[in-house]
């Protein structure tokens, strides 16, 4: 069993910048896809942001596009959301997620086999 745990959340000024990381149990993480999920209240959760399991490829939702960054370092069994030129619009909990099966569809809820608890990250105006 894979378990998954958020950090790094906080609140932050509008323009400003956070960095999340998702540290992860298991020898197996270098094997699994990543992705960065948010939930703001009463809203849908989003998928924000994606890694391949070598780390080659990532994917990002349009609205983040250029202002996050997903990155992973398999040694250190940690996925990170760099975040930078916040937005209210991007306040919400973010969770972190693992794909252990043989493909990955990025943005897809239904492809992440393990999710943590999340962070909360507050953007004020």
């Known amino acids: 069993q894979v378990q998954l745990v958020e950090s790094g959340g906080g609140l932050v000024q509008a323009g400003g910048s956070l960095r999340l990381s998702c540290a992860a149990s298991?020898?197996?993480?270098?094997?699994?896809?990543m992705g960065w999920f948010r939930q703001a209240p009463g809203k849908e959760r989003e998928f924000v942001a994606g890694?391949?399991?070598?780390?080659?490829?990532?994917y990002y939702q349009d609205s983040v596009k250029g202002r996050f960054t997903i990155s992973r370092d398999n040694a250190k069994n940690t996925v990170y959301l760099q975040m930078n030129s916040l937005k209210p619009e991007d306040t919400a909990v973010y969770s972190c997620?693992?794909?252990?099966?043989?493909?990955?569809?990025?943005?897809?809820?239904?492809?992440?086999?393990?999710w943590g608890q999340g962070t909360q990250v507050t953007v004020s105006s």
């Open positions: 997620a693992a794909n252990s099966g043989p493909y990955y569809r990025p943005s897809e809820p239904s492809e992440y086999d393990y």
């Open positions: 890694i391949s399991w070598t780390g080659r490829q990532t």
């Open positions: 298991g020898r197996t993480f270098g094997t699994y896809a």
